[in-house]
């Protein structure tokens, strides 16, 4: 049997949703961005020799990351001082970057033997922005590769390859905000 205050009760209900959801989700609303960080495992290095950090976007054109990723490489030691660091830089995708460390590059402070330990790092750098057309990213769309290789000054023939990189979990969160559509 169809009663009449059902009838009503179904189109206040129905009628209090977009006021509620006005009430409730109060605009904008943040969001947490996560950025992704890869390391590599510590390999060492001496005075004859060059660190270089490889960072590959393996992500296909036509993929979310039309604009390339965003990332910074950077050199870390065994103590985990940061070493070198370089500038954030935009891969688009099938293309790659790099960033190399020579011994002069190594502070006295971590270079106190004639080897020094080291590893790379890959993080991306998620843009902060007031505005975020569409859903929320929650990470980084980038697929990237990364690999470490130590070669000889003199001859340039690699002597260390390492691509076995590693997720770092850590609390750096980069908020976005993002703006709930009006109700029609």
């Not at 290095?45 to 950090?53: E, K, M, N, V």
């Not at 993929?63 to 103590?79: H, I, M, P, R």
Request: charged share 10%.
């Amino acid at each position: 049997m169809h009663s009449p205050w059902k009838s009503f009760l179904a189109v206040l209900l129905l009628s209090a949703v977009p006021l509620a959801a006005q009430t409730l989700l109060p605009s904008p609303v943040p969001i947490p961005a996560l950025s992704q960080t890869l390391t590599t495992g510590i390999v060492g290095f001496t005075g004859s020799q060059t660190a270089q950090l490889n960072v590959l976007n393996m992500s296909a054109a036509s993929t979310a990351a039309l604009a390339g990723c965003e990332v910074q490489l950077a050199f870390y030691d065994s103590q985990n001082r940061l070493l070198k660091q370089g500038a954030t830089t935009t891969i688009a995708p099938g293309s790659a970057a790099s960033l190399s460390l020579g011994r002069s590059d190594v502070p006295a402070a971590s270079a106190t033997t004639p080897r020094v330990s080291i590893r790379g790092q890959v993080k991306t750098v998620v843009p902060s922005t007031s505005t975020v057309a569409g859903p929320a990213i929650l990470f980084s769309s980038c697929s990237l590769f990364a690999s470490l290789e130590v070669y000889d000054n003199v001859t340039g023939v690699t002597q260390v390859f390492t691509s076995d990189t590693r997720m770092v979990i850590s609390g750096d969160v980069v908020p976005l905000t993002v703006f709930q559509p009006s109700p029609r």
